[in-house]
């Protein structure tokens, strides 16, 4: 068993950046990929950013590349999403999950999700 708790979230001007932080129980966390996931208001919760379990692997979705950063740290169990150059639109609850393979954009299901962060950027 793996609980996911999130933290970091808040509200930030257009421009500005925050950092998410995903906290992991468990004796395992090493051993999943961990990624982060966000659903805005009226949509479809969408892939963000994942990292394998010892980080050699990394994917972002287009809409955040060069402007988020994924990294983990298995001796504290804690993944990372470093959020610089926030738009707006980046608005969203911001969840951190966690699956014994690689997470990527098509991945349909997870063993595990925390319980969101709210982002919101104001224009």
């Known amino acids: 068993q793996v609980q996911l708790v999130e933290s970091g979230g808040g509200l930030v001007q257009a421009g500005g950046s925050l950092r998410l932080s995903c906290a992991a129980s468990g004796r395992t966390f090493s051993r999943y990929a961990m990624g982060w996931f966000r659903q805005a208001p009226g949509k479809e919760r969408e892939f963000v950013a994942s990292?394998?379990?010892?980080?050699?692997?990394?994917i972002y979705a287009e809409s955040v590349k060069g402007r988020f950063t994924i990294s983990r740290d298995n001796f504290k169990n804690t993944v990372y999403l470093q959020m610089n150059s926030l738009k707006p639109e980046d608005t969203a609850v911001y969840y951190c999950?966690?699956?014994?393979?690689?997470?990527?954009?098509?991945?349909?299901?997870?063993?595990?999700w925390g319980q969101g962060t709210q982002v919101t950027v104001s224009s």
């Open positions: 990292i394998s379990w010892i980080g050699s692997t990394i």
């Open positions: 999950a966690a699956r014994d393979r690689m997470i990527t954009a098509q991945t349909m299901g997870v063993d595990y």
